[in-house]
């Protein structure tokens, strides 16, 4: 599989890689989600995942930062948009998602930490 679009793996080492941004739309023609937004949440309520959700405009002030493990009424307690929920290590989790990172071995093993998948709201970022 090429994930690069239309970048060979080469021009992205040379041109990009520590050097300077590059948004690849498409990167992987016909990816689907690992997980659906449900599963993905039903990690952050496992007390041996890192998550964390980031609200916008929070009870504490903008971008406040919340962690996890999560409950179900800590989701029914957040407004209907400008969040994000952010997960680490999904590919210790999720077979899929470790062999989605075996595509990315061109960059050095020691630069990757992990894959962290995340879902977001209409207006949610992580600041």
Same mark, same amino acid.
């Not at 899929?96 to 990172?101: G, N, R, S, V």
């Given at each position: ?8 793996? /080469?021009?992205?080492? @040379?041109?990009?890689?520590?050097? #300077?941004?590059? +948004?690849?739309? =498409? !990167?992987?023609?016909?990816?689907? $989600? ?37 409950? /179900?009424?800590?989701? @029914?307690?957040?407004?209907?948009? #400008?969040?994000? +929920?952010?997960? =680490? !290590?999904?590919?210790?989790?999720? $077979? ?32």
């Amino acid at each position: 599989m090429h994930v690069l679009g239309h970048l060979t793996i /080469e021009e992205f080492l @040379r041109d990009y890689w520590q050097k #300077k941004p590059v +948004l690849i739309r =498409q !990167a992987i023609p016909g990816f689907e $989600p690992l997980l659906a937004a449900d599963e993905l949440a039903g990690l952050s309520l496992e007390e041996d995942i890192e998550s964390r959700l980031i609200i916008e405009e929070g009870k504490t002030g903008p971008w406040e930062v919340k962690k996890g493990p999560f409950t /179900e009424t800590d989701y @029914r307690a957040l407004p209907e948009n #400008k969040w994000t +929920l952010l997960v =680490q !290590a999904v590919d210790q989790w999720l $077979p899929e998602a470790a062999e989605l990172l075996e595509h990315f071995r061109f960059i050095p093993s020691w630069r990757i930490d992990d894959l962290m998948i995340s879902y977001a709201t209409d207006g949610g970022s992580v600041g």
